[in-house]
């Protein structure tokens, strides 16, 4: 079990991370959600994501002004 949980502000936009994931071994499931934390860090139109048990439950973009 591994989760990355907090938030970031950048340009005024807050940015909420909560990846949680649960595989068959610790190192997968670290490399896994650092993984996805950068992924997802690198979306710049991803407001909110919350993963949990491997899947997506809510991801909220950006939208373009």
């Not at 919350?50 to 373009?64: A, F, K, P, S, Y």
């Amino acid at each position: 079990y591994c989760s990355i949980m907090g938030s970031i502000t950048e340009n005024g936009i807050k940015r909420y991370f909560d990846i949680q994931r649960m595989d068959d071994n610790r190192l997968e499931s670290v490399f896994k959600t650092i993984v996805m934390f950068i992924e997802a860090y690198n979306d710049k139109t991803i407001r909110i994501i919350n993963v949990c048990n491997n899947e997506v439950e809510r991801i909220e973009r950006i939208e373009n002004e």
